[in-house]
Structure formats: C-alpha cells, structure tokens
C-alpha cells in the first residue's frame, strides 16, 4: 500500500488444532497523515478473473481511482479486491497469475484478500506473489498453517487523518475443495493450511469475532470485513449473511465469492445491528463504492465501469501498461488451431445463462470426449468449473482454448471401480436443481438421469470433501458406452474402470472428489499433457482440426438427463418434457425448474420453432419493436421465412391453442410437411364451430396430424391455452410426425 500509511500489529496466539484451524490476531501501531474531513472512499473489486484478457477494466478502474483521488483527496481512497482475480483468462494462466498481480500493481491496488482461486498455481505461487510481488498488501483473518498461525496478516489497519479503519480479510473455506486439496497438504496428505472449517461455521465465526475484537482494541473506528464468501446456498455455513448474524463490531462486508450483483443491502448482526453488505458481481461488470462520512455514515453502491472516462490521464497509462503485457502472449492466442461449424456453449440456448454448471452442454460433451479419446478411458470426467468459456463458430485460436481451459490443470488416466464413479456421479449432481456447482460433471462414454425430487443424501467432512452417500441416491440409469459395439450396458459397481480426467480432481480431490484422489485410484498415466492441448490435440487429431455437426446441439447429445423436481416424470407428460429438454427445444424458466403448469406466450412458440431450426443467424432485422429482448432472433427470423408477418411483435401475451395451431401448421408448410387426409371426425367435436375462421386449417392440420386432438370429452378448445406440459406434448407429437414424414 503506497498512499496510506498503515498500521499492523499481529498477535499470533496458539490454537489447539481440533476439527479447524483458527487464530485470533492483532494489528500494529504506525503513523498517521491524511485528513478525512471530505469523507474516506473505498473502491472494491471482486470475482475479476483476469478480465483485462477482454477489455481494458483494469485500466477503466485505474481512472475511478484517480478520479475518487481527485474528489475525495488521494489519502482518503483505498482501493481493495476481494478475491479471485489472478486467474480465468489467459493472461492468469500463461503467467500463473504473475501478470495479473503486475496489472493490480500499476493500477495501484493497497489490499486484497485470497480467494479460492488465487491458489489455483499452487502455494508456493500464491505465497511468492503475496510476500513477494505484489506491492499491495494480502489480509486474511482465517488462512492459518497447521500450527494455528496466520499465514498472512489477519487485518490491515489504514489511517486516514485520526480516522482509523480496520480491514478484515475474511477467505472461504470452501477453497480447500474448489482449489486442489493437495496443495493445502503435505506429502502424507495431511492438512498443513486451513480456513477455520467446520460443520457448523463456529469456528469461522469465532475467528472473524477475534480478529474484529482485536482490530477495535488496537483503536479501529470502523471495521470492513473484506471477504470472499459469497451468497449461494451451497457455501452454507460459511456465506456472507451467516457471518454476520454470528458476529459483532463489522460495520460493512464488501464480498465475492457467489457472482452477485448487490449494490447495497443490510444484513442483522448478532445484536441486531444493521451491517452493510455489497458485491460488484464477476468479470469488473462494476466498480464497488464505500463512502465513509465524516459523521459516519456509511453507503455502498456500484459503478459501471463502460461509463468512466477513458479519456484521462490515468487510463491512458494503465492501458499502456496493460498492452505492453499483452503484446507478450498476443502471437500465441491469435494463432488459428482448428475450426468449428458449429457455436459450442456452456451457456442456456434460450436465456444464454451459464448452464455448464448444471446441465450438459456441447462444449461440455467436446471437452469430456477429449479426454476419454486421447487418454484411452472407458469414461471422461471434467468438472463445469474448469470449462470456462464459449466458442463460436468459425477459426479456434489457441487463445480460444486456453479460455475454455485456463488452470493448466494435467491429463490423467486412473483405474477405478464402478462404485467410485457412481460415488461421484452422485457428488457431481448434488446441487443439481437447486444451484450451480462447479463440481457438476461433463461426461463422456457414460449416460445417466439425475431425479432432482429426490433430496441429496451425500454427506461431506467439515472441509467439504466426500465421504459417503447416506440414503437414497438421485442419479438413476448409469450406463457405460462399449467402444467396440456401439452399445450402452448398465454400470457394475464392482466392475473396473479406466476414468480419463485432470490432476485436480482425480490425485488432488478437487470440488470434493474424495472417493478419487492418489491413494484411492491406480494411476495408469499421469501428467501427461495440459488441459488446454488436450483439447487442442483431440480437435486436430481425431476429428481433423473441425468440430462438426456431432456437437451441433448446444445441450448435448443426451448425456445427462436432468429431472426437474416439480415436475412430475413418471406423469403423462414425462417423457415429453424429457423430448422437449434433451432436444433443446423448451428450457427451464429459472435454470432449475420447468414450470409445468406455467402458461406458454407468443414468443416462447417462435423461439421453440426457432430452436427446431438450430437457430440460425438473423441478418436482417425487421420487426423493430424487439430490438434488446430475448425474442428478438426468432422473431426476425420467423419474418424473414414468412412465419411472421408485420414489422411490430406488440406484448408478448399468452396464445391460444388455435393460434398455436395456425403456427405449427404454417411451420410445417415451411418444412414441405404435407397436411394429413382429412376424415371429417373433426368435424364432430362438440366446439367445432368455435374455431376462427382464420384458425380452421391449422387446427384442422394439428388434429388430423395427431399433433392437437383436444381433451378425452374431444373439446378443440381453440379459445384455451396450452400449459408448458401440454406444449411440449405438442412438440412431441409434431417430432413424431417429422420422424415419419421427412420434409420433402
């Protein structure tokens, strides 16, 4: 930290070493400067992961800097991260995080805080660049060796004329499974580092409470807990919240961990107190700002960072340090390796959220496919978290892979039982429905169904590793891929297995994956080629340097069929949504459920016909009043084909089963899909005469072609509307119809 000058005071007290690792500690005294009559600023980062790989954000927060320096004065702002910044790009894994931390240097970073991934490189990586490169400071009250030691400093006190304020660094423990547990052991695979990890979150909880108590003895007038925790469910004990409604004296957390976007929301603390919590998001979507007041008041809020001005001195600078670091690797991720023609996701096709880390994707499918292939495995893992980033169609560059893969985690080749891989199918699937996990399992050579009304009986140790499936197990129907034959047969437990995957999860346990690890499989290749060349090799090697139409299916090819708990699969209407999911076709409303009840509007018809045509390009857009919404492709398109007629789309409202008829009639016209002979049964139903005018061919194709024959009374129902069950029931029976009548 150069622009304050700061106090640290460390009291390491010995711990006896139970279930966690915790040490309470204390800052030291230093002199003070700057006056903070004008108010103390501090600027915060989370989650960035190598973002300058895709823009110039570092140097955008170069700029907020100099111009908070300029308002507030240049003694009064601190700008922290907290956590993740030095890898997920290819700047993070060309350097091992060493050009990233360069990066935060220039930019003037005074503290930050590890998060899971910062020891992503290693500890010995992660430990040079904090005592040794980084020229900000490294805080965190609860990383702590086995002796019961801080690591690092607990907290870092800054001085701001006689205001002084107390940061906390707060870690996860959940990094000792999302980064690789080897690098937090000894050769004997014993602990040696811990993050205050229990069962129960008292221990984290009891070491924040220390840390804050000595920080307010050693004379901080506020206290902000910079901390890498995060949100989500699944980090339970350990979120954010928990930690303050389990502690005392934290006037605000700026936090990571979980990808929120939270400007400002209070959080009670043990005594009831209002604490303040914020975080900025991923990838510098924003800037975080805490503005302490003379009177002390405290807010947060996020700044857009596409609206500082680039124009300044500051960024000028930052921007030509940053290009200056990225001319060094420029030569190697512009180099074209391979083709695609077809775009390869990790995202939902329909809402283009992250999917990988819940479902099947395509590029999922390749990645997993690359090492069962090149490796010679029956079956291949990789995790969704270590598959990072989408490719789109056209030139693969070797920038492009190192996205997808950038831990230059090692191929590995293990021997494992049949029960060791449905141990991790059921680990892999545990948030399956409910959240994303990182953990969450691409497959290759292997098929399986996961029953998400079924409740996760896994049970985990107190750092988050596997240790047993307790009850009934929610992945169903695992079948192994016979190479020789084509065939799928059903997994024997007892049987022997080779698994294809990386260092990290099957020698290291990684995401938890204890049931693997050096002890527990036979190596039978190990090390022998980065992540990102196997990727690169398989597409070069064994599919001739292009990705073709087999990976065309943005879901997959079926791998994983993920059963969503409301909806009821054993139901009329099961095997539909399954038709309807595994094709693409329909997707979840939220990312985890399927609403099966929910009603079915305009757009989402055009966007499912749009789908059934593999979404193609739009290159003309007519229908205006869709500029920026989810529909606007399909609707464009659906105009340039004719299925659309109009320059304006209007609301998009719930649509009748008559005009859902006149639909995928005027769709199957498009497809040369000739109507059915008519018998006059139709004719017969009691509401027949209600069909409109305008409506009477459409519904007469749908019914004569057994894709809308009305209700067990025979009702038409044009007037009604279609549950999403009941269109994709539609859907089902339209593909039939496909499977036997080809377009002509």
């Given amino acids: ?42 600027l915060y980062t989370n989650d960035v992961h190598c973002t300058s790989d895709d823009g110039m954000s570092y140097a955008a927060i170069a700029a907020y800097k100099a111009e908070m ?20 790009g290819i700047l993070g894994s060309l350097s091992k995080g060493s050009w990233i931390v360069d990066i935060m240097n220039n930019v003037g970073y005074d503290i930050a805080i590890p998060g899971n991934h910062e020891f992503d490189f290693g500890m010995d990586t992660f430990l040079d660049i904090a005592k040794n490169q980084a020229e900000y400071t490294y805080v965190s009250c609860n990383f702590v060796d086995a002796d019961g030691k801080a690591v690092l400093e607990p907290y870092t006190m800054v001085t701001y004329g006689d205001v002084d304020v107390a940061y906390v660094g707060i870690s996860t423990p959940e990094t000792l499974t999302k980064s690789a ?7 004997k695979g014993e602990y040696i580092y811990g993050f205050c990890q229990d069962k129960d979150g008292k221990a984290l909880y009891d070491q924040v409470q220390d840390t804050v108590d000595a920080a307010r003895k050693a004379g901080a007038e506020y206290v902000v807990a910079l901390a890498h925790l995060g949100e989500d469910a699944q980090s339970s004990p350990w979120m954010s919240t928990e930690v303050i409604a389990n502690t005392t004296g934290i006037d605000v957390v700026l936090d990571g961990h979980s990808h929120t976007t939270e400007p400002s929301k209070t959080v009670k603390n043990a005594d009831g107190e209002d604490v303040l919590l914020s975080q900025t998001g991923t990838k510098a979507e924003s800037i975080g700002k805490l503005v302490i007041s003379a009177d002390g008041t405290m807010t947060t809020e ?9 124009t300044s001195q500051a960024y000028t600078t930052a921007k030509t ?11 190697m991720s512009e180099e074209v390796v391979a083709t695609s023609s077809v775009d390869l996701t990790i995202n939902d096709p329909y809402t283009g959220e992250r999917a990988v880390r819940s479902a099947e994707t395509n590029l999922g499918d390749l990645c997993a496919d690359a090492y069962r292939v090149l490796l010679g495995a029956d079956i291949g893992f990789v995790n969704g978290g270590g598959v990072r980033d989408n490719i789109a169609a056209g030139n693969i560059t070797y920038g492009n892979i190192i996205a997808v893969h950038p831990f230059g985690n090692l191929a590995c080749l293990v021997e494992v039982s049949g029960q060791q891989i449905l141990d991790a199918l059921e680990l892999g699937s545990m948030q399956a429905g409910v959240s994303e996990s990182g953990g969450f399992l691409q497959v290759s050579g292997i098929k399986y169904t996961v029953d998400t009304s079924i409740p996760t009986s896994v049970e985990l140790d107190d750092a988050g590793n596997f240790v047993k499936v307790a009850g009934d197990r929610r992945v169903k129907d695992v079948q192994v891929l016979d190479s020789e034959t084509g065939e799928y047969t059903a997994i024997d437990p007892k049987a022997t297995y080779t698994l294809a995957s990386h260092n990290y999860m099957l020698k290291d346990g990684g995401d938890g994956y204890a049931m693997f690890g050096a002890d527990n499989v036979k190596i039978l290749k190990d090390e022998v ?30 791998r994983i069929t993920v059963l969503y708990a409301d909806a009821d699969f054993s139901s009329w209407y099961g095997e539909a949504v399954r038709y309807v999911v595994n094709n693409s076709m329909m997707s979840t409303t939220n990312g985890f459920s399927f609403t099966p009840f929910g009603q079915v509007s305009r757009a989402t018809v055009y966007q499912v016909i749009y789908n059934m045509e593999g979404a193609p390009a739009v290159e003309k857009t007519t229908v205006t009043d869709t500029e920026g919404k989810w529909y606007s492709d399909c609707i464009n398109w659906a105009a340039s084909v004719g299925l659309f007629e109009g320059t304006t789309f209007g609301e998009d409202q719930t649509i009748t089963r008559a005009e859902i008829a006149d639909l995928i009639a005027a769709y199957a016209d498009y497809k040369g899909i000739k109507a059915p002979d008519a018998d006059g049964s139709m004719e017969k139903a009691p509401d027949y005469s209600s069909i409109p005018a305008d409506s009477l061919d459409g519904m007469t194709f749908c019914y004569y072609a057994g894709i809308m024959t009305g209700n067990e009374a025979g009702q038409l129902m044009p007037a009604g509307q279609l549950t999403r069950v009941e269109f994709a029931q539609v859907l089902a029976n339209f593909g039939a119809l496909t499977a036997e009548k080809p377009a002509a």
Avoid: W
């Avoid at 547990?181 to 050769?187: G, T, V």
């Avoid at 996020?302 to 680039?310: C, G, P, R, Y």
């Fill in 1 to 42: 930290m150069r622009k304050h000058t700061r106090k640290f005071l460390s009291l390491f007290l010995s711990l006896s070493m139970a279930s966690s690792f915790c040490i309470p500690a204390m800052a030291a005294e230093g002199d003070t400067t700057a006056a903070a009559d004008d108010g103390i600023v501090v």
């Fill in 321 to 331: 340090f940053i290009e200056g670091i990225q001319a060094e690797y420029t030569a």
């Fill in 69 to 88: 320096e300029a308002d507030y004065g240049a003694d009064n702002v601190t700008l922290v991260d907290n956590g993740d910044a030095i890898q997920g």
């Fill in 302 to 310: 996020l700044v857009a960072l596409a609206d500082v001005d680039t």
């Fill in 529 to 558: 080629m980065v992540d990102n060349e196997v990727l690169i090799n398989y597409i070069k090697d064994e599919l001739g340097g292009v990705v073709g139409e087999q990976y065309a299916n943005p879901r997959g090819d079926g």
């Fill in 181 to 187: 547990p080897a690098y937090f052991q000894n050769d």
